[in-house]
Nanobody, 124 residues
Framework: QVTLVESGGGLVQAGGSLRLSCKVSGRTDYVAAMAWFRQSLGKEREFVSGISDNGGYTDVAESVKGRFFVSRNNAKNEAYLEMDILKHEDKAVYYC?????????????????WGEGAQVTVTS
């Protein structure tokens, strides 16, 4: 069994920064590519950013391009999402997801393992 646990969520002022972490535990070999998704109130969950198994390839949604940056440390079995210049529309629950394949995907159905989510709230 493998588990993903997000941390680092919280309250931040508009224009500020926040860094989310995702810790992979248990059968870490079940998780190769990883991604971040988010869900705002009343909206469907959407892809934010993804990273390949070795970190050599990253993907990012247009809505956060240039502001959000994904990375990982395989020695620590962790992935990160650095969020800069946060906007009110970035307020959401952010989920970490993992899949056994090496390459990332924007499709949430391609991910087999999910964390519980971390709330990010952007204030004025």
């Amino acid at each position: 069994q493998v588990t993903l646990v997000e941390s680092g969520g919280g309250l931040v002022q508009a224009g500020g920064s926040l860094r989310l972490s995702c810790k992979v535990s248990g059968r870490t070999d079940y998780v190769a590519a990883m991604a971040w998704f988010r869900q705002s109130l009343g909206k469907e969950r959407e892809f934010v950013s993804g990273i390949s198994d070795n970190g050599g390839y990253t993907d990012v949604a247009e809505s956060v391009k240039g502001r959000f940056f994904v990375s990982r440390n395989n020695a620590k079995n962790e992935a990160y999402l650095e969020m800069d210049i946060l906007k009110h529309e970035d307020k959401a629950v952010y989920y970490c997801a993992g899949r056994a394949r090496d390459y990332t995907s924007q499709n949430e159905e391609d991910y087999t393992t999910w964390g519980e989510g971390a709330q990010v709230t952007v204030t004025s």
